[in-house]
């Protein structure tokens, strides 16, 4: 079974910081690439960013790109989105994913899902 498990989502002011990490299993880590999606309310699901299984490609949405960072630890089998310069706009709740395939910018796309963090930035 598959589980993916956000945290570090919260209530902060505009250009703060949070960085959310999402905990996996050693297999789902070790064998699936990874993504994060995030929505707002009355709105899709919409791509964030992106990382391969072994790390070293990466993809970012344009409305995030140079303020947001993916990264993995492997030894604790984490994905990490750091986020800076929060703006309004980035208020929503922010999913983790999982996929056997790079790349894909659809949510469709992806099998596996946490259950989700909220992200509230005031103006």
């Known amino acids: 079974q598959v589980q993916l498990v956000e945290s570090g989502g919260g209530a902060v002011q505009a250009g703060d910081s949070l960085r959310l990490s999402c905990a996996t299993s050693?297999?789902?880590?070790?064998?699936?690439?990874m993504a994060w999606f995030r929505q707002a309310p009355g709105r899709e699901r919409e791509f964030v960013a992106t990382?391969?299984?072994?790390?070293?490609?990466?993809a970012y949405a344009d409305l995030v790109k140079g303020r947001f960072t993916i990264s993995k630890d492997n030894a604790k089998n984490t994905v990490y989105l750091q986020m800076n310069s929060l703006n309004p706009e980035d208020t929503g709740i922010y999913y983790c994913?999982?996929?056997?395939?790079?790349?894909?910018?659809?949510?469709?796309?992806?099998?596996?899902w946490g259950q989700g963090a909220q992200v509230t930035v005031s103006a």
């Open positions: 990382i391969s299984l072994d790390g070293r490609l990466t």
């Open positions: 994913a999982a996929n056997y395939y790079y790349g894909s910018r659809s949510s469709s796309d992806y099998r596996y």
């Open positions: 050693g297999r789902t880590f070790s064998t699936k690439h």
